[in-house]
Every structure is written in structure tokens, then in C-alpha cells.
């Protein structure tokens, strides 16, 4: 896996971009910015360390997917590490296999640091070959949603 870094700086405090980014007060805020990825992702379970969590989303003929993950690390409204480790597929947890094996273990990491005001997100996050072409691509453009949500 390669290791990939995107950051933006937002005009806001880093606990209100923190809540926004994660949609800790509304769920909306998260699927706002993660849209850009799938128009119809969302999440199902807790920010809270130690919990698994689903990272979902349907395709084109309305399947709900994703990824089975756990909350690794977190020190809110500073830090979050999530550990991707399963798919979710038409409806079950498939945690080994050819198509986990690939990337399970990766990491996605969003790191929060303010100052005067100002709110710089780094994300940390593995990617397979295959992916990193689309993830150069689509998490730019994520942030950027994310920054318009936090400064309107």
C-alpha cells in the first residue's frame, strides 16, 4: 500500500471542523463532504475508540457497500484513526479473502491543528495501487466541500 497525505486549511476552530468532519452533531455534515466520493455514503456506529464502524454506500443498482473498520485511536477534537479491516457486501462482513487481503490493516487518519483561528486537517491514508489515481482526485475535492461546510 502506498501511503497518501492531503491537508487543507479552514477558517473555523478545530472543534467545530472536527464535529463537521465527522458529523458528530448531524450525520448530514459527514455525508455532505464524503459524497463527493458516493453520493450515498454515510456511516453506521460510534466515534469512539475502539468501535467498529461501517463506512457505506450504494452502487448504481442500489446495493449498500462499503467498509467494516474500527475507531483505532481517538483523542477528539485532535485526532481520529480508523482501521479499515472487512468489506460490507449485500448485506454481510466478509473480513478475509482475495479482495480483503489487498488493503486490510490501512489506515485513514484526519489530524486537527489550530491556530489563530485557523484549522489545518491533515488525512493520512493507505490506498492500494488501484485506488490511488481516484483518491489523488476525490479527496481534494472532499476537502474543499468540507471547508465550505465549516466556513458558511
Not at 500500500?1 to 464535529?19: C, G, N
Not at 493507505?126 to 485506488?131: K, M, P, R
Request: charged share 25%; hydrophobic share 35%.
Amino acid at each position: 500500500m502506498k501511503r497518501l497525505e492531503f491537508s487543507i486549511s479552514i477558517r473555523a476552530s478545530k472543534q467545530k471542523v472536527y464535529d463537521v468532519m465527522l458529523g458528530i452533531t448531524h450525520k448530514k455534515t459527514y455525508e455532505a463532504w464524503t459524497a463527493i466520493f458516493n453520493p450515498t455514503s454515510t456511516y453506521n456506529g460510534q466515534w469512539t475508540q475502539g468501535s467498529k464502524m461501517f463506512f457505506l454506500g450504494s452502487d448504481e443498482f442500489g446495493e449498500q457497500g462499503g467498509m467494516v473498520s474500527e475507531i483505532a485511536e481517538m483523542i477528539p477534537g485532535e485526532m481520529v484513526s480508523i482501521r479499515h479491516y472487512g468489506l460490507y457486501k449485500s448485506g454481510e462482513e466478509i473480513t478475509e479473502g482475495p479482495e480483503v487481503d489487498k488493503w486490510a490493516g490501512g489506515i485513514e487518519q484526519y489530524v486537527f491543528k489550530e491556530e489563530h483561528g485557523l484549522t489545518t486537517v491533515t488525512v493520512h491514508l493507505d490506498s492500494t495501487d488501484e485506488f490511488v489515481d481516484y483518491m489523488n482526485d476525490k479527496y481534494p475535492k472532499a476537502l474543499e466541500m468540507l471547508k465550505r461546510i465549516c466556513e458558511e
